[in-house]
């Protein structure tokens, strides 16, 4: 088995835990931090509307020799008043050129001049023009259908789960949101309708990591208040050792692509088109990666943790392990003999892994080993 296979099944059966939920102000501290970075940078430089948003004209050329710093500059001579020109290589040797907030008259005229300074016919090159009223309406479109996302996500989780739950989500969804937005801002990229696509895409891909370790949590924490050996925290943090491994790779695998995406084709092959849905996909999964572990759950857990069931159960925590300290009594030997004395009455002699069920995880064979229970944050048998 592979030394990330190994670490995965630790995690899942409680020999290994990473204290994600006891260090959530950590999480929290550097969240905020990233937040209010990209909050800082879109109030300074703003999104670079494309003219799908803003309103413009887009021309295509055919095949010319001309630089793309040249061509921006030859034809922001053409034209008066302030104007936004972005120039960028086609993979055919060919030109995009895209100019702001120009109606359909000034656009005609525009062509005529850049076919002149690139020494080819106006009928070579294609204009296409969007008109400012329309680019709004895309933007408001685009807007409202971001924030129904949201809406059926929140009725989505408080039906299937509780409204803490899709609280939090909804928190880990616009801290995600938010960073992808001032990323952009940051870098200046052009927004573009890909762009879009790609935030409902890594919305839905946060969505659903999220759901999973919700789902994880809800079973482990399933009646936790019958028992008196972990708090609320202590079996969130279980649920979620089980579930972080599978969470980073595939998070891994998904970044790959788009990471060549990015870098490889808008990068080094200069398919710049490509990186307004790349950097959205790569800024937002690695995001969604990350309040799916470090937000969304332990949101969840503060918010548990206020309620007057899990105080009183913390409390019943703390006296049990005080009593059990004066005593001298080992808990986690008390815990690790009873699985071991239930998993032999239930199982054949070498036997995998059984189908019963308890607080904080699936019983299984385990190795005879009094000590083997020690330092098990949660998910054991009172």
């Given at each position: 088995m592979s030394r990330l296979g190994s670490l995965?099944?630790?995690?899942?059966?409680?020999?290994?835990?990473?204290?994600?939920?006891?260090?959530?102000?950590?999480?929290?501290?550097?969240?905020?931090?990233?937040?209010?970075?990209?909050v800082v940078g879109l109030a300074v430089n703003g999104l670079n509307k494309g003219i799908d948003f803003s309103g413009g004209a887009v021309f295509t050329t055919p095949k010319v020799s001309v630089s793309t710093t040249q061509a921006e500059n030859d034809t922001k001579a053409l034209l008066s008043g302030p104007h936004d020109v972005i120039a960028q290589k086609l993979g055919t040797g060919g030109m995009r050129i895209q100019v702001s907030g120009i109606d359909n008259d000034t656009a005609m005229s525009v062509r005529g001049g850049i076919a002149k300074d690139l020494g080819v016919a106006p009928d070579s090159i294609s204009p296409q023009v969007v008109g400012p009223s329309w680019g709004q309406q895309v933007s408001q479109k685009a807007e409202l259908g971001l924030v129904i996302f949201m809406v059926l996500v929140v009725i989505y989780l408080a039906i299937a789960f509780e409204w803490r739950m899709a609280v939090a989500a909804?928190?880990?969804?616009?801290?995600?949101?938010?960073?992808?937005?001032?990323?952009?801002a940051i870098v200046g990229f052009e927004v573009t309708p890909g762009t879009v696509i790609g935030l409902l895409t890594i919305l839905g891909y946060s969505l659903y990591d999220t759901v999973v370790v919700f789902d994880g949590l809800k079973e482990t924490t399933k009646g936790i208040t019958s028992q008196t050996r972990y708090t609320y925290t202590e079996l969130a943090n279980r649920s979620l050792n089980m579930t972080l491994v599978r969470s980073i790779n595939t998070s891994v695998v998904a970044l790959l692509p788009v990471a060549a995406l990015l870098f490889i084709g808008g990068g080094l092959l200069g398919a710049g088109m490509l990186n307004d849905i790349a950097l959205a996909l790569f800024v937002g999964l690695t995001a969604g990666a990350y309040s799916s572990i470090f937000i969304a759950t332990p949101l969840v857990t503060s918010f548990k943790e206020a309620t007057p069931e899990m105080k009183a159960l913390a409390k019943r925590v703390r006296a049990k392990r005080a009593k059990a300290e004066r005593e001298g009594v080992d808990l986690d030997a008390q815990d690790a003999e009873r699985e071991q004395a239930e998993d032999g009455d239930d199982e054949p002699a070498g036997a995998g892994a059984g189908s019963g069920s308890g607080i904080g995880g699936q019983r299984r064979q385990q190795p005879s080993s009094r000590n083997r229970g020690r330092g098990r944050p949660s998910g054991k048998r009172r």
């Open positions: 995965s099944h630790r995690l899942h059966r409680g020999e290994l835990s990473l204290d994600v939920v006891g260090k959530r102000r950590v999480w929290y501290g550097v969240s905020i931090l990233i937040t209010i970075v990209a909804l928190i880990a969804l616009i801290h995600d949101l938010t960073i992808t937005v001032g990323v952009y």
